[in-house]
Each structure stands twice: as C-alpha cells, then as structure tokens.
C-alpha cells in the first residue's frame, strides 16, 4: 500500500526543476535562443514559476489527507500542526544552520536573530530575519497549513463552492488592493500567505473531484494538458512587466488575477494527468516519480549547489544557452544525490511510522 500519487511525484519534479530553471537562467544574466521571433527561454520561464505550482499541489495533497479526517477540533488542529512541524523542520532547520553559517561574516551580528524567525516560519514578515530568499515560500506554505483546519471547518459548514468562491474572492480583493497601494505596499507582498491563498484553492478544488470522482470530458482527454498549459501561460503572460506596463492604470488589474489564472491553468494540468491513462504513466513513471520523493531536499538545497558551482566555473562558461544548460547538467550532478542523502537522514524517519501501521494492519 503506498499513500503518494505517482502523478503527482512527478509534477513535483517538474515544479522543482522549473525553479532550478528559472534561478540559473536568472544567474546566467538571462541568455537567449531565439527560433525567429520568439526567444524560447523566456518562454520556457513559465517554467520557473514552479513555487505557484507547488502551492497548487500542496492544496490538492491536504485536502485528500484531512478529507478523510472527521473531528475539526482544536485539538485535532494541534496534531496535524504538530505533524506538518515534523514534516517540514527537521531538513529545514537543517538548511538554515548550514545557509546562516557558510555566511557567518554577513549575518555576524544577527546570527539568531535570523535563525529565531526563520525556525518559527515568519522570516517573511520580520525586517532583516531573511538566512536564504528562497525560503519564504516555506513560511507560505506553514501559514497555509495555520488556515487549513478553519478552511476545512467551513467546508463541513458551507460546501465547497462557497468556499472556494470565499477564499478566490478574499484573495482577490486584497491582492487589488495592494496593487492599488492602499494596501501594504513594497515588494514584500509577494511573499505572504496573503498574495497565494488562491492558489491553494485551486489545489483544493481538485482535490475535491479526485475525492468525489468527478469526471470531466474534458479531462479524459490527452490533448487538455495542451490547453491547461495554454490557460497558464495567458496568466502568466497578464503579470509581465511590459503587460503591466502596457496596461498602464489597469495594470494592478493584470498583476492580481494573472498568477491566479496561471494556477488555474496548473491545477489543470495536473487533473488532466489524473484523469488520462496515458499521461498519468509519464507523469508517473518509475524514476520520475522516485524523484518526486526528495524534491523537498532538492528545494532546499538548490540554490547552495547552483551558486557552489557557478562560483567555480562562470569564468569559463559561456552566457548562452548552451551555457545555461551545461551548468544545469553540473548542478543535477551533485544536487540529486545532496538531496537523497538528506531525504534519508532529515526526512524518511516521518514516514517509517505511517509504513509500519499499514504493516501492522494487515496483521
């Protein structure tokens, strides 16, 4: 018996290397190649919005785990808090120590400062607590897990259409008035529960019919990846800068609802890899999904091999695409085997307890 989707391990895989992507070819000072027109690697930037995506695939997750749960109590709310701790802080926690003290020199006088917030998951919120950037996302993700019994006591209450049409339309309000700077204005808004508690309703919805058993037309066919893909690239394409710029006094209206439409074309996505046959054994693949398995690690060990290894070699790289790829190909190299040394010491102990019930039941 095995809990985890195949699919979904692979889609994770994808989410993680289109992060990687995107910071390497950002390293990289943005190289080009261009077919005609159309330069094919910022196109493939769609790609490194793997965070959004994984946001999408943490609401799918939750929903199936705490569908099945009955009581929605405060004190169930304690355990599951509790479980998401020990999920999540170990490696982590891990993470930052080495990050904090590799760059002793620069966080000297504010060493535990920055460890403190950055251990209770408010990194984000507190000037100056930042050990590496790329963390805020797991603050993201420990105050959507904060939310998630109060969501899932408004569902046992309202449905899951009022609920997910509450959650869309909070999130839109507040994203349009922040970019219409009545709001918290500064870049920090991004990087706060705030700006991507729609994403997860996308997650959640999905979820939701992969419970229920919803079936689509639509989805069963192979094709409707293609317009998932389609639906996520026209999002992204709304919050571009030259959109937005273009769009000039609606331009907050582009940057609010382009990263939920991006996500909605996500969820898409991946529904569609669920419900054919056909993608679901290449989402789902042996190795793929093996992968899937320490793209935690992966994340938080991608940027520390990526920069490693630039640091060696970007004096002899050169600045193109090909370039970018040989630099990709190096940090695989090493950042794989990081990761799956560090899924077995700082994460594979969660899991042994839930393998050994499911032996013990069938005893």
């Not at 785990?65 to 009955?70: D, G, I, M």
């Not at 109060?150 to 509450?166: D, N």
């Not at 808004?189 to 939701?208: E, V």
Request: hydrophobic share 55%.
């Amino acid at each position: 018996m095995n809990s985890r989707i195949a699919a979904v391990d692979g889609w994770r895989v994808v989410a993680a290397m289109g992060v990687l992507y995107s910071h390497a070819w950002t390293l990289m000072n943005f190289p080009s190649l261009k077919i005609g027109p159309v330069d094919m690697l910022q196109v493939m930037n769609l790609w490194g919005s793997g965070v959004h995506l994984f946001f999408v695939i943490s609401g799918f997750c939750f929903y199936l785990v705490l569908s099945r749960q009955k009581d929605y109590t405060f004190g169930a709310a304690l355990k599951f808090w509790s479980k998401r701790w020990l999920r999540l802080a170990p490696a982590f926690y891990v993470a930052c120590l080495i990050y904090a003290s590799v760059n002793y020199a620069l966080f000297r006088q504010d060493f535990f400062y920055r460890l403190f917030f950055n251990f209770i998951f408010f990194q984000n919120e507190v000037p100056n607590a930042e050990i590496q950037a790329i963390y805020w996302s797991l603050a993201v993700e420990w105050h959507f897990y904060l939310l998630l019994p109060l969501i899932f006591w408004q569902l046992r209450r309202s449905g899951i259409t009022k609920t997910i049409v509450a959650i869309l339309i909070i999130h839109i309000t507040l994203n349009l008035l922040h970019y219409k700077g009545l709001l918290l204005p500064g870049d920090g808004w991004d990087y706060t529960i705030f700006a991507n508690l729609g994403h997860f309703a996308w997650g959640i919805l999905m979820g939701y019919f992969y419970v229920e058993r919803k079936q689509f037309a639509f989805f069963n066919h192979p094709l409707s990846i293609i317009a998932g893909l389609g639906i996520a690239y026209a999002g992204k394409m709304l919050f571009y800068s030259h959109v937005v710029s273009a769009l000039q006094g609606a331009g907050f209206i582009a940057k609010t609802v382009g990263p939920l439409i991006m996500t909605m074309g996500f969820a898409c996505m991946i529904y569609s890899t669920l419900n054919n046959n056909a993608l679901s054994k290449i989402f789902g693949a042996r190795y793929i999904a093996a992968l899937g398995t320490i793209t935690y690690s992966f994340y938080l060990w991608h940027n520390f091999i990526l920069y490693l290894i630039y640091d060696q070699v970007s004096a002899n790289i050169p600045k193109t695409a090909l370039g970018l790829a040989l630099l990709l190909l190096m940090v695989l190299t090493i950042l794989i085997p990081v990761s799956l040394v560090s899924y077995r010491l700082f994460e594979s102990f969660y899991f042994k307890p839930r393998k050994l019930a499911i032996n013990a039941s069938r005893t």
